[in-house]
């Protein structure tokens, strides 16, 4: 895959992800994806993936919109920037407007997606819906130790510290 082929799927991705249709979502991933949603936490395979976009995702969202842009592909690694918004459908916060600023990891195998991350300021989403600031705290607090028990945050914190050359 090359840096076109990257961009059309992120485009096909986007917009399968808008239209609530799980399944069609899931068929960018290998059967052995793993997803990690920074609210939904890590869903693995196609089956898990399809479920948390249709159960979870579109339970909670409505006019949702994504776009990538400025994609980045070489050796089977592609990041983009996105844009994304949506109206809340959860009771506390129905119809509240989000808009989220995101950067997304894709790893590619035979030109589908074996792993997605994504990186966003969820603190961001949640002052838009207008979550109290305890409830924030308790889900800053399970966020910090998700990335702390990180298989690469764990090796990454077990290295020493390079020593700038002078």
Known sequence: MDRDGFARLLHDFTLSAESGDGERFARHFTEDAIYYDYIYGPHKSRAEIARMMEQMFHRDADDYRWEMFDPVF???????????????????????????????????????????????????????????????????????GWLKDRPETVAYLARPRKVPDK
């Open 74 to 144: 070489e050796n089977g690694t592609g990041y983009a920037w996105s844009l994304s918004s949506f109206r809340s459908r959860v009771p506390q916060f129905e119809g509240q407007r989000v808009v989220i600023d995101g950067m997304s990891r894709f790893l590619i195998r035979d030109g589908l997606i074996s792993e997605y991350r994504e990186s966003v300021n969820g603190g961001v989403a949640m002052a838009q819906l207008g979550v109290e600031p305890e409830r924030m705290s308790k889900v800053f607090k399970r966020w910090a």
